[in-house]
């Protein structure tokens, strides 16, 4: 057993990594989803998006190179800026994300163009991962890039959920809400999705806003969402609400639709999930005497508020014995969101501010430890995946003066952490399955 308890936190993360990183899970998705007699033959164009769809597409090159002698790769695949994975027939563009940029929409344009260009009987193989929606966007006729970039910011200040926020953009988007397999079903093609979850339910038409599944969502939720979080024509392009409110009006055609897909040859595979790295995580920390509580993969919320809802739990656990025998590990995944006023800058993201607002919600659990970070290795604003805090590091903030509330006021968890150094600094994990955390009781 390990006895550092900053090693145990960290090596709980690199499990529930390990278990989504597409080196080691995309062999045998592929094998099943392809058994021997039914593997592609000839043209197979290879599409995507994600912070793990470069490293998807370089698995899938190693393994066609093997099992796929009669098939031949081509394609291009999006990911964010510094998350390129080595490939040969599969060409990698990055570009912004979460703000949409005119690298993104050239890429976009070149993917629907090739996905129009297929001839009935070629597969298309589609690689999608959190971070698709950014990066897939092209916009429907009348909507600029400019006005997409207004609204992505937009709704990322308003505090919307990112399946809010993806409801909005797959509305506006000539690709998402299952235009791309539309496409490909006009040409006869086979179509294959692979898709790594970053959303709470692990429903294709949530990850990246689902290119290639039936969207359950309309026009009028995309309005009402706008209501919702009062964007209007203050914050909001004149484009994007006059093709919302025609769409809610019935003169613009809806997204793919169950109905659609009856008897096509369009299939959606979740190949990773947050609820299996969780898992992953609680069997590595039972193995160092933990009794491992799963949460749930779905938590979300404000940041600060789910942070209070953790303490809540972990003081019934170590002050009254509920639930489970100590030492106990929590366990939860799933994203927070952090609402910031428009005049403050602020600096961290929703793993940091949660772990910050939990260590200010704990002063009388003084031994326990936690950690939490976003498994795609980028937190928020800066470049840490997130932060992790022991009993050693609550007494070094006391020792310095740093106010876990007074940086929580001013938005600075990623400052509170760094004077601490107890940021977790993992550089582009090359996948993305949702936030992870992990906090520790009972054995400090």
């Known amino acids: ?91 990698i563009v990055e570009a912004g994300h979460p703000v949409p940029d005119q690298a993104g929409m050239d890429g976009a344009i070149e993917i ?34 400019a006005d997409m970039r207004q609204t992505t910011e937009a709704l990322l200040r308003s505090g919307a959920p990112i399946e809010e926020m993806n409801i909005v953009r797959k509305h506006l988007s000539a690709i998402l809400g299952g235009n791309l397999a539309r496409s490909a079903m006009a040409r006869g093609a086979r179509v294959e999705a692979l898709l790594i979850s970053d959303v709470t339910g692990d429903h294709p038409a949530d990850i990246a806003s689902g290119p290639c599944a039936a969207d359950y969502s309309s026009y009028d939720n995309a309005v009402a969402i706008l209501v919702k979080y009062n964007l209007n024509a203050r914050n909001l392009p004149a484009s994007v609400l006059q093709h919302l409110q025609a769409g809610s009006e019935g003169k613009i055609p809806e997204t793919l639709k169950e109905a659609d897909l009856v008897g096509a040859p369009v299939r959606n595979h979740v190949i990773a999930t947050a609820r299996q790295s969780l898992q992953a995580a609680a069997n590595f920390i039972a193995s160092q005497g933990y009794n491992p509580i799963i949460l749930g993969d779905t938590v979300t919320g ?36 952090v609402t910031i006023p428009a005049e403050m800058k602020g600096r961290g993201g929703r793993c940091s501010e949660f772990l910050l607002a939990l260590l200010a919600a704990t002063s009388d659990l003084p031994h326990i430890a936690a950690l939490a970070a976003d498994t795609d290795g980028i937190d928020g604003s800066e470049s840490n995946a997130g932060a992790w805090f022991t009993p050693e590091v609550r007494k070094l903030a006391k020792e310095r003066n740093l106010s876990p509330t007074v940086f929580l006021m001013k938005h600075d968890c990623y400052g509170f ?8 600094d993992t550089g582009p994990t090359l996948t993305n399955v949702n936030d992870f955390r992990i906090i520790l009781l009972g054995k400090n």
């Open 302 to 337: 404000e940041a600060h508020d789910v942070a209070l809802v953790h303490a809540a739990i972990a003081r019934e656990i170590i002050q009254h014995q509920q639930w489970a025998k100590l030492p106990v590990a929590l366990i939860s995944g799933g994203e927070c969101t």
């Open 417 to 424: 952490f760094a004077e601490l150094n107890a940021l977790v």
């Open 1 to 91: 057993m390990i006895n550092n308890t900053q090693a145990i936190l960290q090596q709980a993360f690199a499990a529930a990594l390990q278990l989504a990183e597409p080196r080691h899970i995309m062999a045998a998705c592929l094998k099943q989803i392809f058994p021997a007699g039914t593997e592609p033959q000839g043209r197979c164009l290879v599409v995507g998006a994600g912070k793990a769809s470069a490293a998807m597409a370089s698995a899938l090159e190693t393994y066609a190179a093997s099992s796929w002698p009669k098939a031949k790769l081509e394609g291009l695949v999006l990911t964010r800026y510094g998350h390129r994975a080595p490939t040969q027939a599969i060409r």
């Open 112 to 145: 629907l163009q090739r996905v129009q260009e297929l001839q009935a009987g070629e597969t298309l193989i589609v690689l999608v991962s959190g971070g698709g929606s950014s990066l897939l966007t092209l916009p429907q006729t009348g909507i600029s890039m």
